[in-house]
Every structure is written in structure tokens, then in C-alpha cells.
């Protein structure tokens, strides 16, 4: 027979900004803790375009989690992917065939891409979630000004130096403001059958405005700012169609296609498959976005003892929907950690409370918009305040003092130093 388990068990799914903050918040507690994420890393996804940019590599916005936990000892990390839940027997199956029992469960599995139904766009259009999406992404747009150089096709050139980003939130405007500068700025002068400053970037969105989720001063700034940087920004464009040699527009009644070999995808998220696993083993219907409700202390109704957070929990609060952010996330698991020792020690569960500090969108250099304590800011200023605050949050300090260089370095010279790749690198 098996021994009883020493302390009472909390199993944390998913190593992002919420599970990672569930698990050091429970530094110290007299429970034992597994964390279960399908990857060995921790991922900083607000600076992943860098990544997918060449302009950081990928180990200085990422760390293995065991590194971060290791001084914990009442934490094991297992990497594995969970395929099922039980909630009357308490415990999850992982793919690899084991069996993990729990007293709490904390599920933090987070989002992944949209394709509203067209499944099939993927392949064409790739998304940006992970550090494999971020290296491919950089295989395709680096390899797209090779193939443009060696070209003779003026169609085929045309449509490799065309670039399409959709989607106007943060990694829309982020990707497309970035390509601009590579375009402009670091190719400059290394080839001679192309002028990479002649790439077509082109920002569709199909609302009426750019980073809708702003006030609406700061998205018509935001669009100054990308159009300064010669993005061609098309608002109310709706694609209808994407497949390897373009994309189908419809804009005011008119369809327009659009020949080019280089998508990013940024337009829709929503909540990972884990999601409607757990939906199901609770009896209850996620939202639109795949979502899970959850009861004012983020538990599952029905299921005190079971807590969902960061973009995997459909949560609103005086009728405000709890934004999916990496503070929010982090707000949560910190949240649900608490909750944790507050039913171990007999005591009634808190309601979340998210605390908004602000938001920022970079565009470019010396470019971004923000919203801070109420303050609103734009231009050199918070884009400074962007610089500032990311560095901050990053995970370790060789992280952060790697970053800093190469974006002193990027500002000085304007090169991006992580364009080695090869085409193995390509996203199927």
C-alpha cells in the first residue's frame, strides 16, 4: 500500500505568469506542490515578437522552471501534457500515462490561437503563443528578403517583399511596427538585387480601430505612430480567405486579394483545450472564448477545492471582464494561493480583486502608447516607460542584463543580432 502523502497535495497545471506565481506563493507552506506544464520553461510572452523579430534570442526571455523553483523544496516539476481530469477522484492523466492525485488544483493552461473556426489558415498564417511559433515565424520573414534577393519573377519578388500582420491588438501593432524598422533600418545596405526598404508592410484589422482596448485618443496615436514608420494601416478589413500565395480582403463591400508568402497571425485568441476538458468534468458550458466560469474567489462552481486563472478563467467584476494579461495572471495565481491556505486553516475564501496598473503597447522606436494610473502617454516618454517596465518584470537576472545590452546595442546601431536561422527553423 502505498504511503499517505506527508502534507496535502496542490497540483498547478501550466509554468506561465499565474501557475509559476500559484507555486511561489506557496513558498513555505506545509502542502506539497507538483507543476505540471507540457515544456520546460517559463515564457516572458509579452517580448516573444522579439524572438520572432531577430531581435532577441530566445533564451533571454525564457527560463528553465526548474531553475526558478529549484531553492523550493515543496515543489516537484514534472513536464507533461494532461489529457483528462477527474474530479470526483481527484487527479488528471497526463499523456505519458501517469496519474497525478491532488487535493487542490489550480489549473493555469492559458490561451492559445484563434483561427475563428478556419482551422486551416494556420499553416499560411502562423500564430505567435510559443517560442517554435516565435522561431518560425523569423525563418519565414528573414528567408522571405533571401528568396526576394535571388529572385528574377517581378510578381514573385512583389509578393515575397509584401507582408502581412492581422490583427490590431498588442502583437499586431508590435509585429507590424518591427518589420517596418527591419525593413528600413537594419537590412540596410546588405543586399544588392533588392531594396528591403521598399517591403509593403501592411496592418489589417477589421474593427474600427486599432488597440480597441485603449482609449480611443491613444489608438488614433498608435496609428500615427505605425504610419510614420510606413505600415499601411487598413481599418475595417475583414479577411475571407488565406492560402500560400495570399490573402482575401473585404473591405466596404470590395474583395481584394493580396499576393504575398509572408502572414502573422493576431487577430483572435482563446483559452487552451483544457478548457472545455474541465467544463465538461464540471457540467458547465465555457464561453465563447473557451473559458472557464469561475465563482467570485476563482474556484470552479461546485468545486471549491479546484481554482482557474489567468486567461483560462471567464471572471468579471463589477461588470468589467478581468483583462488576459500577464498581471492579471500573476494577480491570480497569488490570489489562489492564498485561498489554498485559507481552506487548509478552516477559513472562509476571499473574492479576487484585480488591481490595474496600467497598460502599454510599444510600435517602435521611440514609439508607444500608454495608460498608467490614469495617466495617459505616447511617443518617446512611454515608450521609455515600456523599456523600463519590461525589464523589471523579466524572470532572472542574467535575463534582464542580457536584454538590456542587446537593446543598447539595437539602439546604437540598429542592428538585430539573432538573424542566424535555417530553414529547418520554418513552421510546418
Not at 499560411?124 to 535571388?150: S, Y
Not at 498581471?327 to 481552506?343: L, S, Y
Request: hydrophobic share 45%; net charge neutral.
Amino acid at each position: 500500500m502505498p504511503m499517505a502523502p506527508e502534507h496535502p497535495r496542490v497540483l498547478i497545471l501550466g509554468g506561465g505568469f499565474g501557475g509559476l506565481a500559484a507555486a511561489k506563493a506557496l513558498k513555505g507552506a506545509a502542502v506539497d506542490v507538483t507543476l505540471v506544464d507540457r515544456t520546460n520553461h517559463h515564457l516572458f510572452q509579452p517580448l516573444l515578437y522579439q524572438v520572432a523579430t531577430a531581435g532577441l534570442a530566445a533564451p533571454s526571455i525564457a527560463a528553465p522552471i526548474r531553475h526558478i523553483l529549484r531553492g523550493q523544496r515543496n515543489v516537484t516539476v514534472l513536464m507533461g501534457e494532461v489529457v483528462d481530469i477527474d474530479l470526483a477522484a481527484r487527479s488528471v492523466t497526463l499523456a505519458e500515462g501517469g496519474v497525478l492525485g491532488f487535493d487542490h488544483l489550480v489549473v493555469a493552461t492559458g490561451a492559445t490561437h484563434s483561427y475563428f473556426g478556419r482551422d486551416d489558415w494556420a499553416t499560411h498564417a502562423p500564430g505567435l503563443k510559443t517560442l517554435a511559433d516565435a522561431q518560425g515565424i523569423r525563418a519565414r520573414l528573414l528567408e522571405a528578403f533571401e528568396r526576394a534577393e535571388g529572385s528574377t519573377d517581378a510578381a514573385e519578388r512583389a509578393a515575397l517583399l509584401r507582408f502581412v500582420v492581422i490583427g490590431g491588438g498588442p502583437t499586431g501593432v508590435e509585429m507590424a511596427g518591427t518589420l517596418a524598422e527591419i525593413a528600413r533600418h537594419t537590412l540596410q545596405g546588405e543586399f544588392r538585387g533588392i531594396d528591403p526598404a521598399s517591403a509593403e508592410i501592411l496592418l489589417l484589422e477589421g474593427g474600427a480601430r486599432i488597440l480597441a482596448a485603449y482609449p480611443e485618443a491613444l489608438s488614433a496615436s498608435a496609428k500615427r505612430q505605425l504610419e510614420s514608420l510606413g505600415v499601411c494601416v487598413r481599418l475595417g478589413a475583414k479577411v475571407v480567405g488565406i492560402d500560400a500565395d495570399g490573402v482575401d480582403v473585404e473591405r466596404e463591400g470590395v474583395r481584394e486579394r493580396l499576393p504575398t508568402r509572408n502572414v502573422v497571425w493576431g487577430a483572435g485568441v482563446k483559452a487552451s483545450p483544457l478548457g472545455a476538458l474541465l467544463a465538461r468534468a464540471a457540467g458547465i458550458d465555457p464561453d465563447r472564448a473557451g473559458r472557464v466560469p469561475v465563482t467570485s474567489d476563482l474556484s470552479l462552481p461546485g468545486h471549491p477545492e479546484v481554482q482557474v486563472i489567468g486567461d483560462l478563467a471567464a471572471l468579471s467584476i463589477d461588470g468589467q471582464a478581468v483583462p488576459g494579461i500577464a498581471p492579471a495572471a500573476k494577480q491570480m495565481g497569488q490570489h489562489a494561493a492564498r485561498n489554498v491556505i485559507a481552506r487548509l486553516r478552516g477559513q472562509a475564501t476571499t473574492p479576487f480583486r484585480y488591481r490595474d496598473y496600467g497598460s502599454m503597447a510599444t510600435i517602435g522606436r521611440h514609439r508607444a502608447i500608454g495608460v498608467i494610473g490614469g495617466m495617459r502617454f505616447t511617443g518617446l516618454l512611454a515608450w521609455w516607460l515600456w523599456l523600463f517596465a519590461h525589464i523589471v518584470f523579466l524572470i532572472g537576472y542574467r535575463n534582464r542584463l542580457v536584454v538590456l545590452m542587446d537593446w543598447a546595442s539595437q539602439y546604437w546601431t540598429m542592428q538585430r543580432h539573432a538573424r542566424v536561422f535555417s530553414p529547418r527553423d520554418e513552421a510546418p
